[in-house]
């Protein structure tokens, strides 16, 4: 049931009730599961996909029937996996060799883990582990090799970070480190999704040889998700953004969170605004790539969240205070937007672009390079689907076409120029045919409700053509009636 105040916003916001609306109601998935045709094991899997995350669950049930399953088993192993990192009550001894061998896991029937703290938000899907394990094995060989690939690459950088004694005390240090850290969290699972699309043929190879693109496409996710969560990592006893530029603006990280330095704070959160806005234009890039719809949908909905997501904490002092998250009805817009086609989805990509730019202030140290960052995104979305302004193009046009000679008239039709000038005639007669039409029914419909258009003559042939007061009216009516015979 949605609260009060969810009601009083949706009725505000009316047009975000819609794309709710419209969303749950009128949104046809583009392939649907056939539940029937499903293991015991694979719907338990299914419902522990909706469990840990509602919005990935929505579009990895409607992906094509080939990738369906790789997909979803893909998720959930590297959920369970960054469970195991992201829970600060399991000990290094026991996380490490965890974390470094969970790609062996894989491969072990039955295997399960009830070793994360009871405050685990994921912790039942380690728990139930077992059927994730049995689908796996089910899963085509070459999938099989992709997704142990990625894990074992994941499960390595993982375990170096949560050895480093450094990163545990203070946080990430460097951009260098934070942009791998996100290559091992978000930027392996864009190559393994890739690898998958491509195997299945649903993606375009040429994305393999730029390797760089799909890197941004996890990079661009992670680094939007980290932004976002700030406060709940503080509060966690985590640091996920770099001394190096958050100690251009603070002395100590906890002073991001006291009031007295909001400006300082929110000209750091523009800094990290600033590192992730340069993945923008090559997602857009890697979503050319895609030949299927629902796999565009898939890769496409969540950058679309981001960028708007983005667009929210850009210089909004709450982000240091809670988190911040677009409501269901932004979000539903988005997936409707998203789930069409690229130019809708640059579309969105230049609106949430603008409104950075708009939002953006020449106090800001980063003002001039956000600038730019924002003009690059637009100028990649113009590359690919170049807008075509009426008013600059006659401008452009006006010299050459003062400094050209006259064009010689063409000669004139006389066939063409007749049957112009009936058809005129015809549409014509056929408006004032329409006219009489309507007019004729309007005064008979008047005629038959008592209208005394014999009156209304006299009272015109008199000179008098305004209506007349009510005892000037009844006296001259009275004089064409006759009375009772």
């Known amino acids: ?45 299914f419902d522990l996909l909706e469990l840990t995350s509602r919005s990935f669950s929505g579009v990895i049930q409607e992906l094509h029937p080939e990738l369906l399953v790789p997909v979803a088993v893909f998720y959930l192993i590297l959920r369970g996996q960054d469970t195991i990192e992201d829970d600060m009550t399991i000990s290094l001894d026991e996380k490490i060799p965890l974390l470094r061998n969970f790609y062996n896991i894989l491969e072990k029937e039955g295997w399960n883990y009830e070793g994360n703290g009871p405050n685990e938000k994921d912790r039942e899907l380690l728990v139930k582990f077992e059927v994730v394990v049995e689908e796996f094995r089910k899963v085509k060989p070459t999938y099989r090799t992709i997704i142990k690939d990625i894990t074992q690459k994941m499960g390595n950088g993982m375990a170096d970070y949560a050895a480093n004694a450094e990163h545990n005390t203070n946080g990430v240090d460097t951009v260098e480190d934070y942009d791998l850290y996100c290559h091992y969290v978000a930027g ?39 932004i976002r969560d700030i406060r709940e990592d503080a509060d966690d006893k985590r640091r996920f953004w770099p001394k190096e530029i958050w100690s251009k603006h603070v002395d100590k990280f906890e002073d991001l969170f006291d009031p007295k330095n909001q400006a300082a704070a929110l ?74 086609n690229l130019q809708t ?25 956000i600038s730019i960052a924002c003009a690059k995104v ?17 401008r452009e046009q006006a010299p050459a076409a003062d400094a050209a000679p006259a064009p010689q008239a063409a000669p004139s039709d006389p066939t063409k120029e007749a049957e112009a000038r009936t058809e005129m005639m015809y549409l014509m007669i056929a ?37 007349p007061a009510p005892d000037k009216a009844a006296e001259a009516v009275s004089r064409y009636d006759h009375g009772e015979l």
Not at 352 to 360: E, G, L, S
Not at 438 to 456: E, N, P, Q, Y
Request: contains cysteine; charged residues 20%.
């Open 1 to 45: 049931m949605p609260s009060a105040s969810d009601v009083i916003y949706y009725l505000i916001h009316f047009q975000e009730l819609r794309s709710i609306i419209q969303w749950k109601i009128w949104h046809a998935p583009v392939h649907e599961r056939n539940e029937e045709k499903e293991s015991i094991t694979l719907r338990k899997c």
């Open 188 to 226: 392996l699972v864009g190559e393994g999704l890739t690898r998958l699309f491509v195997e299945s043929g649903l993606a375009n190879p040429a994305l393999l040889e730029r390797p760089h693109l799909q890197e941004s496409m996890g990079q661009f996710l992670q680094k939007t998700n980290i």
């Open 267 to 340: 000209n750091c959160s523009s800094d990290m605004v600033l590192d992730a806005l340069k993945h923008a234009d090559e997602c857009l890039f890697y979503l050319a790539g895609i030949k299927e719809q629902s796999v565009f949908n898939f890769a496409a909905i969540p950058q679309s969240m981001a960028i708007a997501t983005l667009e929210l904490v850009f210089r909004n002092p709450q982000v240091f205070q809670k988190n911040v998250k677009i409501t269901k009805g932004q979000a539903c817009r988005l997936m409707v937007q998203s789930a069409q």
């Open 345 to 369: 989805v640059c579309d969105v990509f230049r609106v949430h672009t603008r409104k950075i730019h708009r939002k953006n202030t020449p106090k800001d140290p980063n003002f001039l390079q």
């Open 378 to 394: 637009e100028q990649f979305i113009e590359s690919i689907f170049p807008s075509q302004n009426p008013r600059a193009m006659i």
């Open 431 to 467: 408006c004032f045919g329409t006219v009489i039409f309507i007019s004729t029914i309007m005064i008979g419909v008047a005629w038959l409700l008592g209208a005394r258009f014999d009156v209304a003559f006299d009272q015109v042939k008199q000179g008098s053509a305004r209506i």
